[in-house]
């Protein structure tokens, strides 16, 4: 079995062995092991990749493999990997490796919440190697799904609302996909011949331009919807602020990337002419994105709300970066997915041990916490500042590329779309400061907190998991940007 | 073939009988009623089957027998239907059908 | 005629044969063994399944009357199929109280002839034959509908099936009337030739059209379903909602095709309209349902919504899309109505706020019904999902982009009624929780099929490449 | 050539003991911790003035020839683009060499001070790891080749500011301070980088030596005026300045600094008063040829009046201070409104005197005005107060202290021989060639510093003796040292030829001090200490008589012209009060309204029709043959 | 005459009907309807098809409307007499009748039906043949298939009658 597959075998394994094992021990040990090879899958698969481009390999895609589905149809199984794909994978693996340590305690119906847990990172993981539309979009919903139960059993407030409301927004982003993959696939083979729906083929064709024009708007906004995209995003402040830890980890830190991978992949690569003519349109959205997610985190009380906000704020600076069409702004995006993938699974891994410990997430009930929890309010004020962009941090590497590049744009309109967006990094560290000064600093607020548990062993763990990918990606980016811009010149080429 | 009549004339008779079946299975208040009104309907139909095979296509017996069929159907639908009607009334000693809304909504 | 042309009945013949052998089987039996019948009677008909599977040739009967093909033969074989698990899941109904010992055989020769009518009304090669095969698939029906006959519900159901039939089939015979008039035969073959669009024909064809969507439950065709779906006893609101609907379904998609080509603008419009109303309509009046029974049911009449769309292209894929997609509702709506059942007669409870916490005490039949919500509402990876998607490309392959998107917009507001179901048994909890309880063997059988079905008649992409071979 | 890849080391042992630190995570003991800080630094300052030695050292002296810019190190961090990569690297010249020295050196002493300052502190090692932090980061900055890299290490600078400003966490000022400092100067860091973004795209780099260089990409075109009858470029720089505006509390980005004062006061020696409010005087020097030359020095001007204004409030808002830093803070302000009302002044000429003189100010400055806090320091570690009020005739208890704050103040107000009276006297004398206002207000200002200045001293160490808790007593040989090093300094640095090694164009230049000039500094200087020791050298009423005859004045005065209110509305009215909670609102009640209606209606609607399931089979009746009609009469009317 | 006789029967055939629906005494609608139905039997001999008069009036007039009147007088007494539905339902119900008439008089007028010329006997033989051909036009399958269907509906009928019986007692 190629290395690809396994990567959906194994946590389709996983799941299977999880439905015979009873406890919240066996169930957690067992989702340790099948995430835990997950991740080295994934470490492989980099190292492995590197190697092979290393070697000079330079095919579009490696690790191909394609198994015909369903033959009259012309729907395969494909996959294959390109650096930004890798390094999403990679991301995957890693949250999700943390997810099931922040989750040690899950008490309630545990073996079902780790099954869940996995089936979700099996659709992001599917998502993220195929190469069919068919497939991915089958991926991408099987993403989706488990989050109604994973929210609505497991989280808390107003759960079964925010869970419905994800889930039927969410799906509702992924009618409009639908229509766009279908029409892709009806367009496919202009000259006659074999309709497909695979995307380096349809990659090769020069869809007619009315046809783009149709169908960019309904794929772009059809991610648009999990990329949070400015006025469709609404699901995610009460989706986050009810999920579980873990769940809000990897939705906010992986399955929102879905979203960005999404509209880059499919509707820039495959309708890159409705996209350098539409674009406008969606950059003032995604710009609004980033600028409204940043101010509507300034008020908030509630942590998981502040942190949902800014990722809304920062998911839009994704797809803001890949609307500017160059290299250098995708380059970006990529990295932007990364870095916050990272940071806001550990915000939310930060904020669910407090929660744990406290019982709210109002930061005004907090204050002085430094004291008390010393490691998770350092690491706390760690993820603020990667999440502002302090060099040295993975967030700085990420939204300084997507400037740079967003900004070598010759239009000026959206140059000075750009300077709007970049504002948006004064406020990012006003509710971030916020934030941390009334929840962190200060004398200790209630004495009820003034002993606290400090951090257990599996809580350290999965803070270490995404705190040094964050450091290393903020001290060292570059091999990471050349893995991704090596893999941006087909794609750019097409504008 | 009947002499001097037309098949239009013929079908418009039907077809008012069948609407007037139609309107009776809409107010009357009574299941057996309804049941009469439906008869009333199909044998509408029947006519009008029979008179198109006879003025149309008399080259064979298609509507005709069809015709025929009908009527045997129909029987067969009262049949049934007097049955239930029956077992209801021993429900509810009732066949108004305002009675029989028990389910709804 | 020659005699030997008789196989080409295969099926219907070993119906009919099976049934005989019921009124054999009625009067030769002890009475006191009758209750075996439902296990003879299942065996029975799980042979006369497997049968319907050998392969068997093209050809028609009695002047054109009768014709059967390889498609027909896989229609009636996914009838059977229904059926079975329909069968399955009685077993335990059949013996209880509401049916009474001395009526179990009734109750199988009614639904074995209901489907005799299914194979007819399929196999018709005229309208009479088409017409006879309706009402042989609707009369017993009714009669099933009233079996409970100290339920009133049960009555009322009946009564309003068989009323609300039997004008269905007035207005359609209205229709075949006029379209007889302006095509000269009452043999498909011949009035094919002989139709042509006028006005006459055009309204002979919306009456029956008409009559034929009320079988099919489609707006604004359908009121008759929710109530006759709630009242009717379980086993019959499955039958009707699989078997009775899918036979009405294939033959739609048979006649559009073969029958009137000629009018594919009209039925093309109307099928538009149609669709966007019933599943629209349906997905609007299933929101609020909150008997388990009548909630499948306006389910059931928004499914048939999307189903129109596999019709609209007219071809072989979009048919096909059909045939597939009504095999995995067999498997999807069957293991939901599975386990409405089993909990019914286990408890009686049947409303959905009575599901509540039905996770935490009977895990496997709750997950039986997350899988069947999740393939109804269409979610990968169960099959439901490639049924629809299949369904939505047919469409979207003949142009109706509008159409797809109104559908899968459709799609979504359905999810939040099957999440609703999915709400209840695994997120909330309950103070009483339906107790645990062990369902019998065939009910077991029959839901461990669905789940087979749900998971993997999609995953496992040679059933489709088959029913494609058998439809081309 | 001497090799001079070891500058490496010099940021790259802080960041070293940063690490160490940090990591350690607390669990560190704390004489190992500030030993693993000092002898960090030990390595690094002598690193650093090896390296000086053997830079400057290497033209001989006499030559007539520029300083080499030297790039020893250089490697793409982060590739942008091809043309665009994000390099880092060390720039060697004469600045960046004069910056090392400075920053090592001063750190050095405060890390050695701290021992005994901070000793028994809560939270040591983190102290010490933050220090290292900031001294990493300044190196980094002083060196950076690039202008994103010095963004880069401009941030991390400012990270490292409001982390020592916030270090006593549970103090409520302090984390306000720290979190104002950080915010007001990201505000200016973003006019800084969207600076950077506007030039970088047109000039098509980041290099230093290209954005300078007579030829490179900016220099060597003329830029057409496309907005406010300025050039793009302008623009670009009047953003960055606004980034350097802020770091160096420049007005009206200014009230930060004050406020960081809640920090510990080493860490106001080092931060706020020595190295990092001077990197946007830095950063201007970094970019002089390009602000000089786009667009005839029009963004010097802007340089040269905000300096102007900044020396003026801070000096009069200095004067009726009652917080010893705060006074040292808006100080410190003013001072560096000097340099870079110096730098502003640097005409086109060829000696552009100004750039000289105001780095010659910085240099001087760095080590007076961490003197002077760490005096100030030595004072609050006796009495535990920054109130003035509460202290008085203290050059008994605390001699050390005594003498060394008198050779800072004497050097601040400009008397000769003490250093700042070489490097104020050039920028007036640079002033006074290029633009008559300005050099008033630096004429005007220079009285102003010696009176504060001396107010503070005569406050302190004479005046009233008052009742202290215990005696106060000077801390041990680690805070003397540095007190004595630097007054060491502070006594002989005037006489360092500073024209030499720094200047505009590369060049040595002599200058001559010019005595008219200097002789009229030093008589407003006088005159400033004169008015300081009549009105505070022993307790009168007068001074509290004054201020209240000016009234509202002196209240506009206290209230620092207002300025902190406006910042306050507008951060806290306006944006968190009214965007903030609009976008909050709009986004609950509208946005997310819109989804929850349309979901809400979809169910109202359900309900609403679910009445049309009458139960009665004859409106069903209705319904179905009402649709077969509708059908046929649409056809009919359609065909 | 046969015209004049056509409209004669018409007439009665439309007032009957009309009488039927209208009736508010139910067993009286039973008779008229009996009369519809003879009316019909009546227009069937007229055109020839004695056959199909004949069954209409064995099936019809002799079963169904006396199985019809049996089920009025087990489930009302003789004299009952029904109520009226509400207005609006009435008028709706009128409407619905009246434009289907409508519709459906303006297609039967408005289409143009081809002449036929050619006018063969009804020969009884010849259907009697056709009942029991196996071939085009042969009736054979369908007499089949409804045998089925009456036989089932019988089971389905006495099923339920059986089951009452069977509780009652």
Known sequence: MDILTSLVVVPVLTVLALFFVKGLRQARAWAAIGTGIELLLAIWLTVWYLQLRGAGHTEEMLFMRDVLWFKSLNIHYAIGVDGISVALILLTAIVLFAGVFISWHMQELSKEFFISLIVLGTGVFGFFISLDLFTMFLFYELAVIPMYLLIGIWGTGPREYAAMKLTLMLMAGSAFLLVGILGLYFNSAPGGGQLTFNILEIARLDLPMNMQRFLFPLIFMGFGVLGALFPFHTWSPDGHASAPTAVSMLHAGVLMKLGGYGAFRVAMYLLPAAAAEMSWIFIILTAISVLYGAFGALRQTDLKYINAYSSVSHCGLVLFAVLMLNKTSFDGAVLQMLSHGLMTALFFALIGMLYERMHTRDIYKMGGLMKVLPVISSVYVIAGLASLGLPGLSGFVAEMTIFVGAFQHEDLFYRIAVIGSVSAIVVTAVYILRAVGIMLMGPLKNPAFADLPKAAWQERLGILLLLVPIAGMGLFPGWLSEMIMNSLDHIVAKF | MIEGVSIQEIMAVSVILFFIGVYGFLTRRNLISILISLDLLLNAVALNMAAINRYLHPDNFQGHFFAVFIIAVAAAEVAVAIAIIVDLYRLIHSVDVEEVDKLKY | MDWQKLILMRDELSLTVLLLLLLVLEIAMDSRRKHQLPTIALALFALHTALGFLPLASGHLFGGMFHTTPMLQLMKSILNIGLLLVLLQAHAYVRSEWVGRERITEFYFLLFSSLLGAYFMISAGDFLMFYLGLELASLPVAALAAYELSRQRSAEAGIKLVLSAALASGVLLLGISFLYATGGSMYFEDLQKGLSPNVLSVLGFLFFFSGLSFKISLVPFHFWTADVYEGAPISVTSYLSVVSKGAAVFVLGILLVQLFPLYADIWREILVVIAILTMTLGNLFALRQTNMKRFLAFSSIAQAGFILLGLLAGDSRGMTAVLYFVLIYAFSNLAAFGVVQAIALHTGKETMSEYEGLYRSNPRLSLVMLLAMFSLAGVPPVAGFFGKFFLFMSAAGAGYYGLVLVAVINVVISLYYYLLVIRAMFLRKSEQPIAHFVSDLPMRISLVLCVAGILFLGLYSPVYEWVLGLVL | ?639 | MERLLFYLIAASLIGFGLLTVTSRRILRAAVYLFFVLAGMAALYFLMGYNFLAAVQLVVYAGGVVVLIVFAILLTHGIDHRLRLAPAGQMLAALALSLAGIGVSLFAIFSYDFPKVLREPEVEMSAIGQQLLSTGKNGYLLPFEVISILLLAVMVGAIVIAKGRKMKNS
């Open chain 4, 1 to 639: 050539m001497t090799n001079f890849d070891y500058a490496l080391w010099i940021p790259l042992l802080p960041f070293l003991s940063f690490l160490i630190l940090g990591l350690s995570a607390n669990k560190i003991k704390a004489r190992a911790a500030g030993l693993t800080g000092v002898l960090s630094l030990v390595l690094a300052t002598a690193l650093s003035l090896l390296l000086a030695w053997s830079y400057f050292g290497a033209h001989g002296g006499g030559h007539e020839q520029a300083y080499a810019a030297l790039q020893p190190l250089k490697w793409v961090w982060l590739r942008f683009t091809d043309t665009l990569p994000f390099e880092m690297g060390i720039l060697l010249d004469p600045l960046s060499v004069m910056m090392l020295v400075v920053v090592t050196l001063v750190s050095l002493m405060v890390h050695i001070y701290s021992l005994g300052y901070m000793k028994g502190e809560r939270g040591f090692a983190r102290y010490y790891a933050f220090l290292s932090l900031f001294t990493f980061a300044m190196l980094g900055l002083v060196l950076a080749n690039n202008i994103f890299q010095t963004y880069f290490f401009w941030e991390l600078v400012g990270v490292s500011s409001f982390l020592l400003i916030g270090f006593y966490y549970d103090r409520p000022s302090a984390v306000a301070a720290a979190k104002k400092a950080f915010i007001v100067t990201r505000f200016a860091d973003l006019g800084f980088l969207i600076g950077i973004l506007i030039l970088s795209y047109y000039a098509g780099t980041f290099d230093f030596a290209q954005l300078n260089a007579p030829d490179g990409p900016v220099l060597s075109k003329d830029w057409a005026p496309v907005f406010g009858g300025h050039s793009l470029m302008f623009w670009a720089l009047l953003l960055i300045f606004m980034g350097a505006a802020g770091k160096s509390a420049m007005f009206p980005l200014h009230i930060w600094l004050p406020d960081a004062m809640e920090g510990p006061t080493p860490v106001s020696a080092l931060i706020h008063a020595a190295t990092m409010v001077v990197a946007g005087v830095y950063l201007v020097a970094r970019l002089f040829p390009v602000y000089e030359l786009v667009d005839y020095g029009a963004a010097l001007q802007v340089v040269a009046w905000v300096g102007a204004i900044s020396a003026l409030l801070a000096a009069i808002m200095a004067m009726v201070q009652m917080d010893i830093k705060r006074v040292l803070a808006y100080s410190t302000m003013s001072q560096i409104g000097y340099m870079m009302l110096a730098l502003g002044v640097s005409d086109g000429g060829a000696d552009a005197l100004g750039y000289t003189a105001s780095l010659f100010h910085l240099f001087t400055h760095a080590f007076f005005k961490s003197l002077l806090f760490l005096g100030a320091g030595m004072i609050i570690h006796a009495l535990h107060t920054n109130d003035l009020r509460e202290m008085g005739n203290l050059r008994k208890h605390l001699p050390w202290t005594h003498w060394t704050f008198l050779i800072a103040c004497l050097a601040i107000s400009g008397i000769p021989p003490f250093s700042g009276f070489f490097s104020k006297d050039e920028i007036l004398a640079a002033a006074r060639e290029n633009h008559f206002w300005i050099f008033a207000i630096g004429y005007f200002v220079a009285g102003l510093t010696a009176f504060y200045m001396f107010r503070l001293y005569f406050t302190i160490f004479w005046g009233r003796e008052r009742q202290y808790s215990h005696k106060p007593h000077e801390g041990g040989w680690n805070m003397k040292l540095p007190l004595a090093f630097l007054a060491l300094i502070t006594l002989v640095a005037g006489f360092i030829p500073f024209g030499e090694f720094v200047s505009a164009d590369g060049l040595p230049h002599h200058s001559a001090l010019d005595w008219k000039l200097a002789g009229s500094s030093i008589g407003i200087a006088l005159i400033g200490i004169l008015a300081a020791m009549y009105l505070y050298s022993e307790y009168k009423q007068l001074p509290s008589q004054i201020a209240r005859s000016l009234g509202p004045l002196y209240r506009l005065v206290e209230r620092k012209f207002y300025i902190d209110d406006i910042y306050a509305f507008v951060a806290k009215r306006i944006m968190i009060d009214t965007i903030g909670a609009g976008v909050a609102w709009f986004d609950r009640h509208i946005v997310d309204g819109t989804m929850n209606l349309i979901g809400r209606t979809t169910l109202r609607l359900s309900s609403a029709i679910k009445g049309v399931q009458s139960g009665q089979v004859q409106h069903y009746a209705l319904a179905f043959l009402g649709g077969a009609l509708a059908l046929a009469v649409f056809f009919f009317f359609r065909s």
